[in-house]
Nanobody
């Protein structure tokens, strides 16, 4: 079991910055990748950024060049630095950890149970 706790969300003006943090505890040695997802009401949760144990990263096209994901293995923490924020970045941001074999962010099959989610942190960007 892996427990994920996010922090760092809040209200910021357009053009501003925020840094999200996610601390993992429990079965952290089984984690193969960590990611940030976001979700707005009535829409599917979408991948924002991910990072593998080896440091390979993946970003949604909408955040490339503005967001940066990083990981501190010693602290079992993943970060999301968000710059040049836009109102459309407003969402609940969720931390995600996968303990299955790393497959390069190929969508997992329905019923996949080797991953874990945090409870989310709200990010609101005002125009």
């Amino acid at each position: 079991q892996v427990r994920l706790v996010e922090s760092g969300g809040g209200l910021v003006q357009a053009g501003g910055s925020l840094r999200l943090s996610c601390v993992a505890s429990g079965g952290v040695y089984g984690i193969t990748s960590m990611d940030w997802y976001r979700q707005v009401p009535d829409k599917q949760r979408e991948l924002v950024a991910g990072i593998s144990n080896g440091g390979l990263t993946n970003y949604a096209a909408s955040v490339k060049g503005r967001f940066a994901i990083s990981r501190d293995h010693a602290k079992n923490t993943v970060y999301l630095q968000m710059n040049s924020l836009r109102p459309e970045d407003t969402a609940v941001y969720y931390c995600h950890a996968d303990t299955g074999p790393f497959t390069g962010w190929v969508p997992r099959p329905r019923g996949y149970e080797a991953d874990y989610w945090g409870r989310g942190t709200q990010v609101t960007v005002s125009s």
